[in-house]
Structures are given as structure tokens and as C-alpha cells.
């Protein structure tokens, strides 16, 4: 490493017959080089180690002697650095010719232009799957880790590498998990998508929650999750050219924002259906008006009768007052 500047590297232990912690020390290094050295504990089989060169460390190089120190009942376990190099490969990578080297070369260098440091996350990094520099699944241990970052660029004619310090990252449980409920919804409509929320544990204020993973000309505004809630139901609109399929890409991002940083978490995964519109039903032809009922048929009329005259009433008043005929 450049003096003044760091390096970092991990060392891996394989346990044969031994179960437990290891305690690993780095001897006879350089003059002005120290090992930051990270216990290793009974569950892991690598580890950090951060070698430092003081500012006014001279050139110089040792083979230092790596040994790791266990205990298997009351019997002490010891072991040594056994770095394996492959030489020569032959056909279908089989090795031919290789070599073990029993101490590692540590050197101190000239000085370098540059350093590298490392902001020290103040939130921890759920179990979630992110898209970022840094994962966790399901599986990541919950605990703090040691972490450092490495940097090269050319220098004069080579390469440099440095090391940033080691720095804590911890690795927490999320704070809810989400669950999606498949939704339908027609081109050029809207539509509510229900995301139902298990809380796992407290998170402080209100989260942002937003809807990733929308087909084409989807939209739905970010929701804010309070710390109580059981469900988010994001707006979703669509328009006429959305495509019409089954769209299993929809996931959650949501922020809970502690100590001024965000804690990310994604999660998914859901499913949003867009459907054709159903063709419009056909015009009905006019219904023909009902033919009306015939007029009953009126009774004749009375024939008017025609005035008689003065002569034929007189007539008619002798003729009913004349006596009748002897037979």
C-alpha cells in the first residue's frame, strides 16, 4: 500500500474437525503498517482484514505470518495463511502445475495523489431486493457488518489500489411487507390497485410508496404509507393506446426516511391486467308503431225527416179522425 494510504483484503478459513470463533492476528509487518482485523465469528468463513501505512512510512516489504487462533473444548486450534496459486492449467482446467505459499508479501509504497474514504451508512439495509450497489435478499444474516471499498487508478506507469476504512453496514428486517391484489381494468379507463400491507416492526412518520414497473402509458401518483396502515390503493389510469396483456413487472418502492437517510425497500411482485373494451352494442331498429284499434262502428242516422206542408198535416189530421169503414 501507498504509505500514508490503505489496503484491504479478505481472509477466508476453512474449519476442519473445529466449530467456533476465530481470532486472527497478522505478525511482522513492515515498520509503520498496522492490520485492522475483524474477529470472525462461528457462522462466517471470511472476513476483512484493513492494512494501514502510517503518513511517514518508509518503502519496505516483509513475508508477515497470518495465524488464526481457535478453541475446540479446551483444546487450543491453530492455524496458518496456505494461499494456493495455479500455475499451469491443462485441458478442461485440471491443474498441473501450482504452488502454496505459507506467508503474504505486504510492502509499503511511495505515496499516491489520492485517498479514499467512506461515508458510514446511518440507516441499515433491510431485506429486500434492491437496485442499487448494495443487495440484501431474504437470506442476508441480520447484524452488522464490516465493509470497505477499493479504488484504482494509473499512477506513472501502473495501477493503484487503496482501501477505504472499514465501516459498519447493518442489516435489518423490513418494515412491512406488501402483497398485491391482480387488477383488470379496460384501455382508456381507470381503475384502484390494492397493495395490502403486513407491518413487521415501527417505523417513524410516513413512508413514500411508489408503483414500478407500469406498462406503456400507465401512470399511477406515489401514495404515503402511515405507520398504521393496512393497505395502499394507487389511482391507475390508462389511455387507448396502453397495451391490452397480462403485465406481471409491478413492484413497490418504498422510503422510510430515519436520521435524514432513506431506508429503500423493494418489493414485489404484482400483476396488472389491461383488457380490450367490448365492442359497442348494435343500434335497435326503430319498434314499429302499434296499429290503432278500429273506431267502433257509429249507428246509422236517423233519416231526416223531410216538413210536411200545411195541405198534407191536413190531410193527415182527417185521415186519423175519420170513423171506420162498415164492412
Same mark, same amino acid.
Given at each position: 500500500?501507498?504509505?500514508?494510504?490503505? $489496503?484491504?483484503?479478505?481472509?477466508?478459513?476453512?474449519?476442519?474437525?473445529?466449530?467456533? #470463533?476465530?481470532?486472527?492476528?497478522?505478525?511482522?509487518?513492515?515498520?509503520?503498517?498496522?492490520?485492522?482485523?475483524?474477529?470472525?465469528?462461528?457462522?462466517?468463513?471470511?472476513?476483512?482484514?484493513? $492494512?494501514?501505512?502510517? @503518513?511517514?512510512?518508509?518503502?519496505?516489504?516483509?513475508?508477515?505470518?497470518?495465524?488464526?487462533?481457535?478453541?475446540?473444548?479446551?483444546? @487450543?486450534?491453530?492455524?496458518?495463511?496456505? *494461499?494456493?496459486?495455479? /500455475?499451469?492449467?491443462?485441458?478442461?482446467?485440471?491443474?498441473?502445475?501450482?504452488?502454496?505459499?505459507?506467508?503474504?508479501?505486504?510492502?509499503?509504497? %511511495?505515496?499516491?495523489?489520492?485517498?479514499?474514504?467512506?461515508?458510514?451508512?446511518?440507516?441499515?439495509?433491510?431485506?429486500?431486493?434492491?437496485?442499487? #450497489?448494495?443487495? @440484501?435478499?431474504?437470506?442476508?444474516?441480520?447484524?452488522?457488518?464490516?465493509?470497505?471499498?477499493?479504488?484504482?487508478?494509473?499512477?506513472?506507469?501502473?495501477?493503484?489500489?487503496?482501501?477505504?476504512?472499514?465501516?459498519?453496514?447493518?442489516?435489518?428486517?423490513?418494515?412491512?411487507?406488501?402483497?398485491?391484489?391482480?387488477?383488470?381494468?379496460? %384501455? !382508456? *379507463?381507470?381503475?384502484?390497485?390494492?397493495?395490502?400491507?403486513?407491518?413487521?416492526?415501527? $417505523?417513524?412518520?410516513?413512508?413514500?410508496?411508489?408503483?414500478?414497473? /407500469?406498462?406503456?402509458?400507465?401512470?399511477?401518483?406515489?401514495?404515503?404509507?402511515?405507520?398504521?396502515?393496512?393497505?395502499?390503493?394507487?389511482?391507475?389510469?390508462?389511455?387507448?393506446?396502453?397495451?391490452? !396483456?397480462?403485465?406481471?413487472?409491478?413492484?413497490?418502492?418504498?422510503?422510510?426516511?430515519?436520521?435524514? *437517510?432513506?431506508?429503500?425497500?423493494? /418489493?414485489?411482485?404484482?400483476?396488472?391486467?389491461?383488457?380490450?373494451?367490448? #365492442? #359497442?352494442?348494435?343500434?335497435?331498429?326503430?319498434?314499429?308503431?302499434?296499429?290503432?284499434?278500429?273506431?267502433?262502428?257509429?249507428?246509422?242516422?236517423?233519416?231526416?225527416?223531410?216538413?210536411?206542408?200545411?195541405?198534407?198535416?191536413?190531410?193527415?189530421?182527417?185521415?186519423?179522425?175519420?170513423?171506420?169503414?162498415?164492412?
Amino acid at each position: 500500500m501507498p504509505a500514508g494510504n490503505r $489496503f484491504a483484503v479478505m481472509v477466508a478459513a476453512q474449519r476442519d474437525d473445529f466449530g467456533g #470463533p476465530i481470532k486472527l492476528e497478522v505478525r511482522d509487518l513492515p515498520p509503520g503498517v498496522t492490520a485492522e482485523i475483524v474477529p470472525m465469528s462461528a457462522d462466517e468463513t471470511s472476513v476483512p482484514v484493513l $492494512f494501514s501505512a502510517a @503518513a511517514d512510512a518508509k518503502p519496505a516489504g516483509s513475508l508477515a505470518n497470518l495465524v488464526g487462533r481457535g478453541a475446540a473444548g479446551s483444546a @487450543a486450534v491453530e492455524g496458518h495463511l496456505r *494461499q494456493r496459486t495455479l /500455475l499451469v492449467r491443462g485441458a478442461n482446467n485440471r491443474e498441473i502445475w501450482s504452488h502454496d505459499t505459507y506467508r503474504m508479501a505486504v510492502a509499503v509504497t %511511495q505515496r499516491v495523489p489520492f485517498r479514499i474514504d467512506i461515508v458510514e451508512p446511518k440507516v441499515p439495509l433491510v431485506q429486500s431486493e434492491v437496485v442499487m #450497489p448494495l443487495t @440484501a435478499d431474504g437470506g442476508a444474516a441480520v447484524r452488522k457488518w464490516k465493509i470497505a471499498v477499493l479504488g484504482w487508478a494509473t499512477v506513472g506507469d501502473g495501477t493503484v489500489v487503496v482501501s477505504s476504512p472499514l465501516a459498519n453496514l447493518e442489516v435489518a428486517e423490513p418494515f412491512f411487507r406488501f402483497a398485491f391484489q391482480t387488477t383488470s381494468v379496460d %384501455q !382508456g *379507463q381507470k381503475t384502484g390497485l390494492l397493495v395490502k400491507v403486513e407491518k413487521k416492526r415501527g $417505523f417513524p412518520g410516513t413512508a413514500k410508496v411508489e408503483l414500478l414497473g /407500469l406498462p406503456h402509458e400507465v401512470t399511477a401518483p406515489p401514495q404515503d404509507l402511515a405507520a398504521d396502515a393496512a393497505q395502499i390503493v394507487f389511482p391507475v389510469t390508462t389511455t387507448a393506446n396502453s397495451p391490452v !396483456g397480462q403485465h406481471r413487472t409491478l413492484l413497490c418502492r418504498a422510503v422510510v426516511t430515519m436520521e435524514g *437517510q432513506p431506508v429503500t425497500h423493494l /418489493l414485489g411482485m404484482g400483476e396488472l391486467r389491461i383488457e380490450k373494451p367490448l #365492442p #359497442p352494442k348494435p343500434a335497435q331498429a326503430a319498434a314499429p308503431k302499434p296499429t290503432p284499434a278500429p273506431e267502433p262502428a257509429k249507428p246509422p242516422a236517423k233519416p231526416v225527416e223531410k216538413p210536411l206542408s200545411r195541405l198534407e198535416r191536413l190531410r193527415m189530421e182527417r185521415s186519423a179522425n175519420a170513423p171506420p169503414e162498415k164492412k
